[in-house]
């Protein structure tokens, strides 16, 4: 059974950088096909991708904020990092990572955690 | 890269049945597809993987009134003897290189 699990501050101030972290357990980013992504949803709207981690170190980012975007893996810890520079309060929302295999869809979420953005 | 389109809303009574629509734009009709369901205040739940030719693969625990079809550009769920816990947002989700991209999402209201 696969878990996932976000952790990170619920409350960060314009301009700072924020770093969540997904710790999961079920499968490991060592084994060929295994990813992890990032995926957000403002408060009321959509899902939005941000990032992919691959088994292999394969990286992908959402083309709007690849330049803000560090996704990291520590494969021994089960874990993978996103951090996002320069936070704005239009960043305001629920951080999801989820389970990927490489050419498919996400298949198993995290419960996410709610990051605002504020002075 | 692939654009999906959603509804914004439909709605249906209680033991009935709806179809959601999810249309992917020109050029990508193959596609293959993912349903999420993400009810009220909670995280999206993975629901099925759906092809171009109708197949889908529905995910552990997913309950048999959930089903997928295909039909040119539009790739649908489903739901038979709506629940009041199938009252929820559903989002369809498609990638090309690898690339994710999710539709607006069709909020489901049972009657």
């Known amino acids: 059974q696969i878990t996932l699990k976000e952790s990170g501050p619920t409350l960060v101030k314009p301009t700072q950088t924020l770093t969540l972290t997904c710790t999961f357990s079920g499968f490991s980013l060592s084994t060929t096909g295994m990813g992890v992504g990032w995926v957000r949803q403002p408060p009321g709207k959509a899902l939005e991708w941000l990032a992919l981690i691959y088994w292999d170190d394969y990286k992908r980012y959402s083309p709007s904020l690849r330049s803000r975007l560090t996704i990291t893996k520590d494969t021994f810890k089960n874990q993978v990092d996103l951090t996002m520079t320069d936070m704005d309060p239009v960043d305001t929302a629920t951080y999801y990572c989820?389970?990927?295999?490489?050419?498919?869809?996400?298949?198993?979420w995290g419960q996410g955690t709610l990051v605002t953005v504020s002075s | 890269q692939p654009v999906l389109t959603q509804s914004s809303s439909a709605s249906a009574s209680l033991g009935s049945s709806v179809r959601l629509t999810c249309t992917l734009s020109s050029g990508h009709n193959t596609y293959i597809i993912a349903w999420h369901q993400q009810q009220p205040g909670k995280a999206p739940r993975y629901l099925m993987k759906?092809?171009?030719?109708?197949?889908?693969t529905k995910g552990s625990g997913v309950p048999d009134r959930f089903s997928g079809s295909s039909s040119g550009a539009d790739r649908y769920l489903t739901i038979s003897n709506l629940q009041s816990d199938d009252e929820a947002d559903y989002y369809c989700?498609?990638?090309?290189?690898?690339?994710?991209?999710f539709g607006g999402g069709t909020k489901v209201t049972v009657l």
């Open positions: 989820a389970h990927r295999v490489f050419g498919s869809s996400f298949d198993s």
């Open positions: 759906l092809e171009g030719s109708g197949s889908y």
């Open positions: 989700e498609t990638w090309d290189s690898d690339t994710p991209t």
